[in-house]
């Protein structure tokens, strides 16, 4: 069976930091890559998303940045944190041609 | 990609059927109609999925008009556990983008 791990559950970070939040998938091969944040009573915003190792498709522009060193492997990254950075971020995959995606248990994330 | 317009928010209470409904004008012929559900600190989970017709699964039915142009989201008999955020999302089957929208949130009351 396939599964999603996602770490770290919760990070408090201060401003200006740098932030690495990892995501891997097992039980798959070649999966749809995607990382995606949620502020607090809002919906959720899709950031990166990949369909193979290294490509990466950007949807909003901002300090953020996502790479793919390894089929199943994703890694959200910032050089410095802004306060605007804080939110719930999510990892998700699905297979290719299916529309299915399956989440993370997600990152809570808090820039003090 | 197809935009979806769902209402913000629905009360219920427990044991009524809830109907949730998704416009979405600019569906593609080749797009499938998804619907997702999300509980509080915790990732969207599949709920269903269909192309035209009626779908129905041990969770929800899925109500999709010739047209295409709109879809009916039916959970039977809800109960509190069924408060939580409720996404319809529309696209190919293909990989890429996954877009979804703000949601509706359900709220079941006792």
């Known amino acids: 069976s396939q599964t999603i791990h996602q770490w770290p559950a919760t990070l408090v970070q201060p401003v200006g930091s740098p932030l690495s939040l990892e995501c891997t998938v097992e039980?798959?091969?070649?999966?749809?890559l995607y990382w995606y944040r949620q502020a607090a009573g809002r919906g959720l915003q899709l950031l990166f998303y990949?369909?193979?190792?290294?490509?990466i498709s950007s949807e909003v522009p901002q300090n953020l940045s996502a790479s793919r060193p390894q089929d199943r492997q994703f890694i959200l990254s910032s050089k410095k944190l802004l306060l605007s950075d804080s939110g719930f971020y999510l990892c998700?995959?699905?297979?290719?041609?299916?529309?299915?995606?399956?989440f993370g248990q997600g990152t809570r994330l808090t820039v003090v | 990609l197809a935009k979806t317009t769902q209402p913000i928010s629905m009360d219920s209470y427990e044991g009524q059927e809830v109907n949730i409904t998704c416009s979405h004008n600019?569906?593609?012929?080749?797009?499938?109609i998804t619907w997702y559900q999300q509980f509080p600190s915790q990732g969207p989970r599949f709920i269903i999925q269909?192309?035209?017709t009626k779908v129905t699964n041990e969770v929800a039915s899925l109500f999709i008009p010739a047209d295409r142009k709109s879809s009916t989201l039916s959970l039977p008999r809800v109960s509190l556990s069924d408060t939580a955020v409720y996404y319809c999302?529309?696209?190919?089957?293909?990989?890429?983008?996954?877009?979804f929208g703000q949601g509706t949130e359900l709220s079941v009351k006792p």
């Open positions: 998700a995959w699905r297979r290719q041609g299916n529309t299915e995606a399956f």
């Open positions: 039980g798959t091969s070649n999966p749809n």
């Open positions: 990949s369909v193979g190792i290294g490509q």
């Open positions: 600019n569906i593609a012929t080749n797009d499938y």
């Open positions: 269909g192309y035209k």
């Open positions: 999302l529309v696209g190919r089957n293909q990989g890429g983008k996954l877009i």
